[in-house]
C-alpha cells in the first residue's frame, strides 16, 4: 500500500528552514474536533458545571490566563484616589455562607462590585456568586456593609444521596470593585466590562477545601430506611482515581532494524484516569509530548526516507510526528495540521554514525525541540528549535505507532535502544528518564563493529589485491562489499566442512574464530552459528551475553534463523530476553513476508519444511534418496505412466522433499510428461502454473492457459481459480476473475478466498464502488483458515494494528499466525532436512548440531525431535551441551501452540519423579497429564488414574479441565472409574490394553469390595438377633423359676421347662451354623 498524489509544501516559518517535500498528501481533509473544555470542574460531569456556570464564564485553554491587577495600599490609595474598596472575609476558607465585611468610599454616584470566581486544573474564572448596589446619597463617606456570600452546596459539601458530584476547586478569589454611574458602570453592564471600568478594586484568596475533608449537608429530609442504608454502605467509600503515568515505553531491549519494510507497532489506548483523559482530548490541536529513543546507525538512509518513529492513523496516512533519516542523515519530521494538510521540516544537523545516541523530540504546540545527546554522560549533543505558526493535529489514540520499516517505508539499518513516550509532558533532555539497562549489551554491540571494521579493511585490501591480479574482467568489476561477503562465505563453508566431520563437535572452539571472521564480513550465518553456540554451551560455556551479541547481529543482518530465534525468544520470554509480543512480531513478521518470496525463487540452500518426528518409525521408513528404494520404486511406476507416481515423483523434486534433493528442471520434465500423457487434472494444473510463470522452463502463455481450462472442465478447484488469476493478471478483467474466484471460493479453494479480498482491498471489486476492508478482511481470515500464507500474514497484520472492528488488537495471536508462515521458510527447512538425514545415517555429532540450531528458532518440531536425541545419547547431550537438553527442549515444546501430547507425558514424568536439579512437583505433574489426556491420549488418562490410587488429589480446576463434574463424581472412586473409561475408549488397541485391564481391576474391586461389605452386615445381624434370643430366653427361665419351688439341678424341669427347650435349641443350632460361614467370608479379606 503506497502513497501516491502530488507533493504538498508548507506555509512560511519564523524560523527559515530548507523547504521540503511531505511524504504524501492526506486522502481527505480531515477537521478535527473542537479542542474544547471539559465537561466540567476537575473533570466532573457535565451537570455539576452547569450549577456553577449560571453566569458567563471565561474558558481557559492554557494559553491565556486572566491577570488580577494588584492592588495598591490604603494609605496609597488615599493619596491617590478619593475612592476606595477593600473587605474582609470572616472566615478565610469556603463555607456554605461566608460573611464578608466591605468598606468602601464614593466620590460620585457609584456601583460596588462583590463577586467570587473560582478556578480548577482545568478552568478558570468561573464566577459562582454575584452581588451589586448603588451609592448615590452616601458620597465622600466611608461606609461598611455586610455581605452573606453564599457559594454553591457542591463546592461546601461531600457528596450524599442528594450531593452525587461534589467539585474540587484549586482557587477562590474573592473580588470587589467601584464603578461611577456615568463611566459605563450601571447595573446592565457585564462583568468583565465593568471591571475594565473600574475605578477601585480589591481581592483575596480564600482557602478551598478538599472534598472529602468537607462536612456532610443536612437536607432536613428523612429517606426510607433502605434506601438510608444502602447509602450509608457507600458513603464513606473514597473513590480513587486509577493510578496511570502520562510516560509510556515503548522498548525496552535492544530491536535490530534490518532496514527493510518491518517493525514494531504499539498502539496507545485512551486513558483510564478521567483528568489525564480530559487533558490529552483538549490538547488535539495543541500537542504538548516528548519522543525519547536510543539509536545506533550503521548507515544513512540509501532511499528517500527511512523510518524511524512515526504515526499511522485510521485512514492509512501518516499523523503527528512522523520522523523520518534521510539519505543526508539528518532528521525529517512531518506532522499533519488541523486544516487537513501536512508539514514537513528537515533538521540543520545529521546525525551520527556508529555510536550510541539519545534523540529526544518534544512539541509544545507550535514548537519543536530536537536534542542529540551522545556518550555515556550525554554531554555532548546537537540542539535545533524549531517554530511554526500552525496548528498540528494530535491524536495519538486515533491509529497507530511503528519503530522502524513497515509496508509504507523501509526502517533504519541499525539498532533501536529503549523507547520512552510522554504522551502529556514537553520535556528538557535533563528531565527525560530514559536510561538503557542494557549497557553491557549495547557495550558489545559497539565493540563489535569496531572490530569488523578492521577485519573488513583487511579482507577488503585483500580482495582488491586480487582483482588486480585477475585478467577477468566480470572479477575486476565486482564491487568491493561483494567480495568481502563472498569471502565471509566461503570461511563459513570452511568452518561447516570440520563441523560436518564424525568428531564435529569436538572442532567447535577451533572454528569459532573463522565464524567470527565469517560473521564481520557479513555473511550472518555464522552469526546464528555462534549466538546458538553461546546460548546452548555447545562444547564450551554458556555465555548468555555474547549469544545475545550474534543473535542481534544476525538479525540486523536479515538472516532468517536468527530473526525466528529472536522472534522465538521473545514471544516466550526466555533466557534473558523479556517478554514483548510486538517486538516478537517484529521480527517473525520480516520472515513471514519473505517466506512466499522464498518458495517462489527455487534458490539458495532450500527445503520443504515437512513435519517428521524421530518417534514416528513409520515417517522414517518412507525418508529416500534418489537411489533410495522409494524413489526407484515411484520411478518406475512414473514411466509406467502411473499418474499418482508422477505427481509425488515432481513434488518430491521440485519442493526437495522426503530426503531428495531439489531439482527443479527434472521435477518439470514429471510434470509435463503426467500432463500430455494422461488426463490427470492436478498434474495438468501444475504443469500449466510452470507454464505461466516460466519456472524452469520458457514461458508458453497459449499452451498453460489451454491447459488450465482442461484441468478446470474436469471440476479442479484449483484450475478455476487460475482462470480468475489468469483474467486478472493478463486481461485485466476483474469482472471474469471475480466471476471464476466465486465459482472457486464455493468448492473450497483458499487462494481464491485471498484473491477476492485483494479484490475489496484495492477496490475494483466489480459492481462495489471504493475499497471495502471489512470485506477484505474477512476473506483473507477465510484464505488464512486453508493454510493461505498471504492471506495468514495481512490477519497477522490486523491483529497487531486494531485498525479493523472485526480484528480486535491481539497481539499474541498476530505472533501466532506470523510464527507459523516464518516457520515454512525454506531456509530452515534445509537445516532439518541436514539434521534428520545425518540421523538416518548415524551421524550423531552432525544430528545433534543441526537439531540444536533447527530447535533454537522455535520450531516444536525439531525441539521434541532434540529432546528425543538427548534421551537416546544422554552421554553425547551432557559431554557437549551445557544445559539440560532433555528438560530444556521437552519444555520448551509444551508452550507451543501445536504441542504434541508425548511432550507433556514427558514434562508430567519429569516433574513426578524430578530430573537433575529439578524438584518433584506433583502438582505441575498433573497438570501436563491433564493437557495430554485433553489432546486424546489415552496415557494422560491412565496416569491421572495412578495418581489417584497413589492418594494424589486431582484440583477442581482440573477436573474442569477435563469436562468431568466434581459433583457427579464426588469420591476417588468415582473419577477413577470416569478416568479408566475415557482412557479405554481413547485407546487405539483393539484387543486388552492396559486401559481396560485396569478398568476390569477397578470393578472387580469394587465387586468383592460390596461382597465382602454385604457379608460382615449378615455376620452382625445374625450375631445380634442370636444375643436378643438368647437374653429373651434367659429371662424368661428367670421370671418362671421365680414363679415355681426351686428344683435341684440334677432333677429333670417340668413340662413348662422342657417345652422351651426347643425354642434354645434352634437357636444354638443357627449360632453353630452360622459361625463357619463367617469365617469362611473372613478369611479372603485376611
Request: proline share 5%; hydrophobic share 40%.
Amino acid at each position: 500500500m503506497q502513497r501516491r498524489g502530488a507533493w504538498l509544501w508548507w506555509p512560511w516559518r519564523q524560523q527559515q528552514q530548507p523547504l521540503l517535500p511531505v511524504l504524501g498528501p492526506r486522502a481527505a481533509a480531515m477537521v478535527p474536533p473542537s479542542g474544547g473544555v471539559s465537561p466540567g470542574l476537575g473533570g466532573r460531569p457535565a451537570g455539576a458545571l452547569l450549577l456553577l456556570c449560571y453566569l458567563n464564564f471565561v474558558p481557559s485553554l492554557g494559553r491565556q490566563t486572566s491577570l488580577t491587577t494588584l492592588v495598591l495600599p490604603r494609605a496609597e490609595q488615599s493619596a491617590t484616589y478619593t475612592d476606595f474598596i477593600y473587605f474582609t472575609a470572616f472566615e478565610g476558607s469556603v463555607s456554605n455562607v461566608s460573611e464578608v465585611s466591605v468598606e468602601y468610599l464614593c466620590s460620585q454616584p457609584c456601583v460596588v462590585n462583590l463577586e467570587a470566581v473560582v478556578s480548577s486544573e482545568f478552568r478558570s474564572s468561573i464566577p459562582v456568586y454575584k452581588k451589586r448596589w448603588m451609592n448615590e446619597k452616601h458620597l465622600h463617606i466611608s461606609r461598611t456593609q455586610i455581605v452573606r456570600v453564599k457559594f454553591p452546596s457542591i463546592m461546601v459539601y461531600r457528596d450524599d444521596y442528594f450531593i452525587r458530584h461534589s467539585i474540587s476547586v484549586s482557587t477562590v478569589i474573592l473580588r470587589a470593585w467601584i464603578t461611577h454611574r456615568h463611566s459605563s458602570g450601571g447595573l446592565n453592564v457585564r462583568g468583565e466590562e465593568n471591571l475594565l471600568h473600574a475605578v477601585a478594586k480589591n481581592y483575596t484568596l480564600l482557602r478551598t477545601v478538599p472534598p472529602f475533608e468537607r462536612p456532610f449537608k443536612d437536607h432536613q429530609v428523612c429517606l426510607e430506611w433502605n434506601v438510608d442504608f444502602l447509602w450509608n454502605l457507600w458513603a464513606n467509600r473514597i473513590p480513587q482515581c486509577p493510578l496511570e503515568s502520562d510516560a509510556v515505553v515503548f522498548l525496552n531491549f535492544p530491536y535490530a532494524s534490518s532496514g527493510e519494510n518491518t517493525g514494531i507497532m504499539k498502539k496507545l489506548l485512551r486513558f483510564q484516569n478521567r483528568e489525564l483523559e480530559a487533558t490529552r482530548s483538549q490538547r488535539v490541536d495543541y500537542p504538548v509530548f516528548t519522543v525519547s529513543l536510543w539509536l545506533y546507525l550503521l548507515h544513512y538512509c540509501k532511499a528517500n526516507l527511512c523510518g524511524i518513529l512515526y504515526f499511522v492513523d485510521a485512514d492509512e496516512m501518516y499523523g503527528t510526528p512522523s520522523i523520518f533519516l534521510t539519505e543526508e542523515g539528518s532528521l525529517h519530521i512531518q506532522m499533519h495540521l488541523v486544516r487537513g494538510e501536512d508539514l514537513a521540516v528537515k533538521t540543520k544537523f545529521t546525525l551520527p554514525l556508529k555510536e550510541w545516541f539519545r534523540l529526544d523530540v518534544s512539541f509544545n504546540g507550535g514548537q519543536i525541540v530536537v536534542t542529540t545527546s551522545i556518550g555515556q554522560d550525554l554531554k555532548r549533543y546537537h540542539n535545533q528549535t524549531i517554530s511554526f505558526q500552525e496548528d498540528f493535529y494530535y491524536n495519538d489514540t486515533a491509529g497507530y505507532f511503528i519503530i522502524g520499516g513497515s509496508r509504507y517505508v523501509a526502517g533504519i539499518e541499525g539498532f533501536f535502544g529503549p523507547v520512552t513516550y510522554y504522551r502529556l509532558r514537553s520535556l528538557q533532555p535533563a528531565q527525560v528518564l530514559n536510561p538503557f539497562h542494557e549497557r553491557e549489551l549495547a557495550e558489545q554491540i559497539k565493540l563489535y563493529y569496531e572490530r569488523c571494521a578492521e577485519v573488513q579493511e583487511i579482507v577488503s585490501g585483500y580482495a582488491s589485491t586480487v582483482q588486480v591480479g585477475n585478467e577477468r574482467p566480470e572479477a575486476s568489476s565486482r564491487s568491493q562489499n561483494e567480495s568481502v561477503l563472498e569471502i565471509g562465505g566461503r570461511i563459513f563453508e570452511k568452518a561447516v566442512k570440520r563441523l560436518s566431520g564424525v568428531d564435529g563437535l569436538h572442532q567447535i572452539s577451533s572454528v569459532i574464530p573463522f565464524l567470527m571472521d565469517s560473521s564481520c564480513c557479513g555473511y550472518h550465518k555464522a552469526s546464528y552459528y555462534l549466538a546458538v553456540f553461546y546460548e546452548t554451551g555447545l562444547n564450551g560455556p554458556r555465555d548468555q551475553l555474547q549469544g545475545m551479541l550474534y543473535s542481534l547481529v544476525g538479525g540486523q543482518g536479515s538472516e532468517r534463523l536468527s530473526s525466528m530465534n529472536l522472534g522465538y525468544k521473545h514471544y516466550q520470554g526466555v533466557d534473558s530476553y523479556p517478554l514483548d509480543w510486538e517486538l516478537s512480531y517484529a521480527y517473525y513478521s520480516n520472515i513471514a513476508t519473505k517466506t512466499p518470496l522464498d518458495q517462489h525463487t527455487l534458490q539458495g540452500d532450500q527445503a520443504y519444511v515437512e513435519t517428521i518426528r524421530l518417534k514416528d518409525d513409520e515417517s522414517l521408513k518412507v525418508q529416500t534418496k534418489e537411489d533410495g528404494d522409494v524413489f526407484m520404486w515411484l520411478k518406475h511406476e512414473a514411466t509406467r505412466g502411473n499418474a499418482a507416481a508422477q505427481q509425488r515423483l515432481a513434488q518430491m523434486l521440485f519442493w526437495g522433499q522426503q530426503g531428495v534433493a531439489k531439482n527443479p528442471e527434472a521435477a518439470i520434465e514429471w510434470y509435463a510428461k503426467g500432463a500430455l500423457e494422461t488426463e490427470d487434472p492436478a498434474l495438468i494444473y501444475d504443469y500449466a502454473i510452470v507454464l505461466f510463470k516460466g519456472q524452469g522452463v520458457k514461458k508458453n502463455r497459449r499452451l498453460a492457459l489451454e491447459l488450465m481450462k482442461k484441468a478446470a472442465s474436469k471440476g479442479l478447484h484449483q484450475a478455476v481459480n487460475g482462470l480468475g488469476w489468469y483474467y486478472h493478471k493478463f486481461k485485466k478483467n476483474y469482472a471474469k476473475a471475480a466471476k471464476y474466484w466465486l465459482k472457486a471460493e464455493e468448492m473450497g479453494n483458499p487462494d481464491a478466498s485471498y484473491n477476492l479480498g485483494v479484490l475489496y482491498l484495492d477496490g475494483i471489486f466489480p459492481g462495489v464502488p471504493g475499497r471495502n476492508l471489512t470485506l477484505a478482511g474477512e476473506y483473507f481470515h477465510k484464505a488464512a483458515q486453508g493454510g493461505h500464507i498471504e492471506g495468514t500474514l495481512w490477519c497477522s497484520l490486523y491483529y497487531i494494528t486494531g485498525n479493523l472492528e472485526t480484528f480486535p488488537r491481539d497481539p499474541e495471536k498476530a505472533v501466532v499466525w506470523a510464527k507459523h508462515v516464518a516457520e515454512k521458510n525454506g531456509y530452515l527447512g534445509h537445516v532439518i532436512r541436514k539434521g534428520l538425514n545425518a540421523y538416518l545415517e548415524g551421524s550423531w555429532h552432525e544430528a545433534l548440531l543441526y537439531y540444536v540450531l533447527a530447535a533454537e528458532t522455535g520450531i516444536e518440531v525439531s525441539q521434541t525431535n532434540l529432546a528425543h536425541i538427548c534421551e537416546e545419547r544422554p552421554d553425547l547431550a551432557g559431554r557437549y551441551l551445557d544445559v539440560n537438553c532433555v528438560w530444556r527442549y521437552y519444555n520448551f515444546s509444551v508452550f507451543q501452540i501445536d504441542a504434541p501430547s508425548f511432550a507433556y507425558l514427558k514434562m508430567g514424568d519429569l516433574y513426578y519423579y524430578g530430573h537433575q536439579n529439578q524438584s518433584q512437583d506433583l502438582e505441575l505433574s498433573v497438570q501436563m497429564y491433564a493437557q495430554a489426556a485433553l489432546d486424546g491420549d489415552s496415557q494422560g488418562f491412565f496416569n491421572l488414574a495412578l495418581l489417584i490410587e497413589e492418594g494424589a488429589r486431582i484440583p477442581r480446576h482440573i477436573l474442569e479441565f477435563l469436562e468431568i463434574d466434581p459433583t457427579l463424581h464426588p469420591s476417588n472412586t468415582s473419577i477413577l472409574r470416569e478416568l479408566y473409561e475415557r482412557c479405554w475408549s481413547h485407546s487405539n488397541e483393539e484387543t486388552l490394553s492396559p486401559c481396560s485391564l485396569a478398568w476390569l481391576y477397578l470393578h472387580l474391586r469394587l465387586i468383592w469390595g460390596t461382597v465382602l461389605h454385604s457379608a460382615l452386615i449378615y455376620f452382625l445381624g445374625t450375631f445380634l438377633l442370636s444375643v436378643s434370643i438368647a437374653w429373651m430366653v434367659q429371662h424368661f427361665h428367670s421370671v418362671s423359676a421365680s414363679g415355681s419351688p426351686p428344683a435341684p439341678a440334677w432333677v429333670s424341669p417340668d413340662p413348662t421347662s422342657s417345652a422351651a427347650s426347643p425354642a434354645i435349641l434352634p437357636a444354638t443350632d443357627a449360632s453353630d451354623h452360622d459361625q463357619p460361614t463367617v469365617a469362611n467370608n473372613l478369611e479372603p479379606s485376611g
